[in-house]
């Protein structure tokens, strides 16, 4: 007989508190999904605020930037988490070494299509495993998960992860975003269960 600790379970560790893990792919989202014509002629990503060099990008600018390859899993503050999620991308402190940033540059604000944004600590922004992704999987993203480029940021929940991305702000003063606005927590980190703002 066995009266040692019961090693706990791997998931236990890896997932946070009141998270499901899902292996299907849901799709959430305020307003519509964007389609943009296959060869993305009106898409581009500008990126402005407190940097030395605005700039202004076009798809085939990112490709032609250093890919990265990320592995990691996702947490949406509505109860979901989605393990070994394969991204490629571009490495989110890579754009910001490319327009160089001012040292009044504290925050940063997503701006997707349609107007809706999110926002986070510059630093969060500038770690290691937040992405500019444009594939899922292996494959390029569907409309529904924010063709053709999306941030990732595994480490807060899933909101931060701006889909269809359309502009980077690097901001003196945090501006909280759609989701902010309306009761979600200002930062949502999912290990804290920061899941609203009265939290
Ligand atoms: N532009 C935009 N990005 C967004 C959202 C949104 O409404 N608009 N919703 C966020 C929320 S609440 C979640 S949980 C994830 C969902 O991403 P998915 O549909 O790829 O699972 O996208 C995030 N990014
Ligand atoms: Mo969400």
């Known amino acids: 007989m066995y009266f040692g600790k019961v090693k706990k379970k791997f998931d236990g560790d890896r997932v946070p508190p009141n998270q499901n893990v899902t292996t299907t792919f849901p799709v959430l989202h305020a307003g519509n999904v964007p389609y943009y014509q296959q060869d993305l002629k009106d898409w581009d990503l500008k990126v402005f605020g407190e940097v030395e060099n605005e700039a202004l990008f076009t798809f085939d600018d990112l490709m032609k930037l250093p890919q990265k390859m990320g592995s990691n899993d996702i947490h949406c503050v509505t109860g979901w988490s989605k393990l ?7 490495a989110a402190s890579d754009i910001a070494s490319i327009v160089k940033l001012k040292p009044e540059a504290q925050f940063v604000i997503l701006h997707s299509e349609e107007g809706w944004v999110t926002n986070l600590p510059l630093d969060d922004f500038m770690r290691e495993s937040t992405l500019l992704a444009h594939s899922h999987g292996g494959h390029q993203l569907t409309p529904e998960h924010g063709y053709p480029l999306r941030a990732v940021v595994p480490h807060l929940y ?31 980190n999912p290990w804290k269960e920061e899941r609203l703002s009265w939290d």
């Open 158 to 188: 899933f909101w931060k992860s701006a889909k269809w991305l359309r502009a980077i702000e690097f901001s003196k003063v945090d501006k909280p975003g759609f989701w902010e606005k309306n009761g979600y927590h200002n930062y949502g």
């Open 84 to 90: 070994d999620n394969e991204w490629e991308g571009i």
